[in-house]
């Protein structure tokens, strides 16, 4: 079973306007992390915003907000105000155990390429 | 001031050669990955070196292998190229994980390898 789903492989916005990025999961841990991370056509990954599975406001960055429903495994990527330069991939992604103290790597959706349309 | 620092960013070579990728951090990290990105996106972890370490190892053919030679590098050795590695490799570190997003993972700017 696929870990970490994003059902949208291209999403188109109008400039401005603001958009949601879909990211489901599935995981047994009752303590995990959820990150979303941003891939421009130059292609470095830029991290955008974290969620810890134990935290009970959503996570804010600026224009990112995370929306977590916890109950329904759901991590969903808002973007307000939507620039240009926001015209990328966004890839979420889900690091589990993350109270054990070991290292886990990152599992990757397989991202939703943004167009913001001017 | 780079972060996450890898070398080459581009790399094009002929099948069966050997070759290597450099990554440097300077964020004080003390772990460190690889991750190969193929064709169609798909990020997926090949290694995990904490403190000089190696403690994640994914199935990955054993032509590949990583070094550390200290906290704030680890290379990745690639021998026998074959056409199915031509993909983007990318570097990333972070600390271990101990509170609120402390775990993040920052990527370098990877290294795009293409095998003729």
């Known amino acids: 079973a696929q870990k970490i789903t994003q059902t949208q492989p291209g999403m188109f916005v109008q400039e401005k306007e603001a958009v949601t990025l879909d990211c489901t999961y599935d995981t047994s841990d009752q303590s995990y992390g959820l990150f979303w991370y941003k891939q421009p056509s130059s292609g470095e990954m830029i991290f955008l915003i974290y969620?810890?599975?134990?935290?009970?406001q959503n996570a804010t960055e600026g224009r990112y907000s995370l929306n977590f429903q916890k109950a329904r495994k759901s991590a969903n990527l808002v973007i307000s105000a939507s620039q240009l330069g926001d015209s990328a991939m966004y890839f979420c992604?889900?690091?589990?155990?993350?109270?054990?103290?070991?290292?886990?790597?990152?599992?990757f959706g397989s991202g939703t390429q943004l167009t913001v349309l001017p | 001031d780079t972060a996450v620092s890898q070398t080459p960013k581009y790399l094009v070579t002929q099948m069966g050669n050997d070759k290597s990728i450099k990554c440097e951090q300077n964020?004080?990290?003390?772990?460190m990955y690889w991750y190969k990105q193929d064709s169609k996106k798909f990020l997926k972890i090949m290694f995990s070196?904490?403190?000089?370490?190696?403690?994640i190892n994914e199935t990955v053919p054993n032509r590949f292998s990583p070094k550390s030679p200290d906290k704030a590098h680890l290379n990745l050795h690639i021998n026998s190229l074959e056409l199915g590695d031509s993909a983007v490799y990318f570097c990333?570190?972070?600390?271990?994980?101990?509170?609120?997003?402390?775990?993040?993972?920052?990527f370098g700017p990877g290294t795009r390898l293409t095998v003729l």
């Open positions: 990333a570190s972070s600390r271990l994980a101990g509170g609120r997003g402390t775990d993040t993972q920052y």
């Open positions: 070196y904490n403190n000089k370490e190696l403690i």
């Open positions: 992604a889900m690091r589990e155990g993350i109270s054990s103290g070991s290292a886990r790597q990152l599992t």
């Open positions: 964020l004080g990290h003390d772990t």
């Open positions: 969620q810890g599975s134990y935290d009970e």
